[in-house]
């Protein structure tokens, strides 16, 4: 048994893999194109092809079902290129629908009309995984495409198939769902129930509102991150919890990480927390768990909080006071909309909610942007008012 390569074209080889000769007497061989290399590194991509061959992992890319690519996909790929949260999102969206709807199809026969037939049977009724009536939304929809556009991009770099089904399909639409969030009113009796609670959700709550930071960016914060004397905060990682342990991983996006000014009221009041917070600490002696960590919403003994612990708190916490109900993450939507309706401009209030694109905060607050720019009409009116007053005496 032996192994060879051979040149089909400019930066082009073909790797051979010799099996010896089948009972009719013929040469048995596999084969195995590969593109954009050089001749080096084909003889070593035939090392490689030769290994997975002997050890029985080798599956020709006409035989490849697309569920023994996703496989190979996962190890070769997605657990070292994807966040730890997001792989575990994928993977729940690839068990829920994708893997059952392609499972028995081979890699190379699915086309762009299978794609989008797929795609066109997650708008129907009953596939809703938390027992609620209706569809599914139209950013789980979005959310299946960018899995499947992941998927075969990595095929193609494979070079297991010659054409992406996914190249020429559009991404669905995702329909954006106006936000329920508080008006001036609602945040100042927010603000007043507050006072009411326990020193660490008080905090934590004001920031949300005041800086509009995203539920994991709270929870991810260390006092090394707050400068008091500025004024300051950074936003430097997040928390996340996945297989029931904590992880600390870079925020969503690059321009997640980011500094924001706090307002002078809440800056005396971290203050006082920390001093609560330093005696937390020194209480709990050698029972702190922080380990090299000062997050600063932690448990009794230093361990970071839950995401679900917080947003239980707030649920109950909105009971016990009869508030409206909005969901923790409308905090952020509250504390922009609040910044809006100032007459603060976009690009500020994009910065600080740390969008990648001034665009995305469009879209989002597009609503309340729109609200906050009939108001400023409202400013033009003087000029008419003050111009009939000088027709009228003249």
Same mark, same amino acid.
């Given at each position: ?17 010799? &099996?010896?000769f ?22 070593? =991509? ?45 993977l729940?969206?690839l ?27 997650l ?6 995984k ?16 960018r ?12 070079? =297991?198939?010659?054409?992406? *089904? ?5 991404k *669905? ?13 609602e945040?100042?009796?927010? &603000? ?7 020193? &660490?959700?008080?905090? &934590? ?11 994991g960016?709270?929870l ?14 950074q ?33 005396d ?83 600080r =909610? ?15 942007l ?25």
């Amino acid at each position: 048994m032996a192994g060879s390569i051979e040149k089909r074209g400019k930066d082009s080889w073909r790797l051979v893999y010799s &099996m010896g000769f089948g009972a009719n007497g013929k040469r048995v061989k596999k084969t195995k194109t590969v593109k954009g290399v050089t001749k080096r590194e084909a003889e070593k =991509l035939l090392a490689q092809f030769i290994t997975e061959i002997e050890a029985g992992e080798y599956i020709a890319p006409e035989k490849m079902l697309f569920s023994a690519f996703i496989e190979e996909w996962k190890s070769k790929y997605a657990e070292a290129h994807l966040s730890p949260n997001t792989l575990v999102t994928y993977l729940l969206h690839l068990k829920n629908r994708i893997i059952p709807y392609f499972r028995e199809m081979k890699l190379d026969q699915i086309k762009s009309l299978h794609i989008l037939s797929f795609l066109k049977s997650l708008e129907g009724e009953g596939l809703r995984k938390d027992g609620k009536e209706g569809t599914l939304s139209t950013s789980t929809i979005e959310y299946n495409h960018r899995i499947l556009k992941n998927i075969f991009n990595r095929a193609v770099e494979w070079q =297991l198939i010659k054409k992406n *089904p996914m190249e020429n399909i559009k991404k *669905p639409k995702r329909i954006q769902k106006e936000t329920s969030v508080y008006d001036n009113s609602e945040a100042e009796l927010l &603000m007043s129930c507050l006072q009411k609670e326990a020193m &660490m959700w008080n905090v &934590m709550i004001k920031i949300a509102i005041t800086t509009g930071l995203r539920r994991g960016e709270l929870l991810g914060l260390e006092w090394k991150h707050v400068d008091l004397e500025k004024g300051t905060l950074q936003v430097k990682q997040a928390l996340t919890y996945v297989n029931q342990k904590h992880i600390i991983r870079e925020p969503k996006t690059k321009n997640s990480v980011r500094i924001v000014t706090l307002p002078v009221a809440l800056i005396d009041e971290l203050r006082k927390y920390k001093s609560t917070w330093n005696k937390k600490r020194l209480k709990a002696s050698d029972l702190w768990e922080g380990g090299q960590y000062q997050f600063l919403f932690t448990s009794w003994h230093g361990k970071p909080l839950h995401p679900s612990s917080v947003t239980t708190w707030w649920r109950r916490f909105i009971s016990r006071y009869q508030l409206r109900y909005i969901r923790f993450h409308d905090l952020r939507h509250t504390s922009a909309t609040l910044l809006i309706n100032s007459g603060v401009h976009a690009k500020i209030i994009s910065s600080r =909610l740390g969008h990648a694109d001034i665009r995305t905060t469009m879209n989002v607050y597009g609503h309340a942007l729109q609200e906050a720019d009939k108001e400023a009409t409202k400013h033009f009116d003087k000029l008419f008012t003050n111009n009939e007053k000088r027709d009228l005496e003249a």
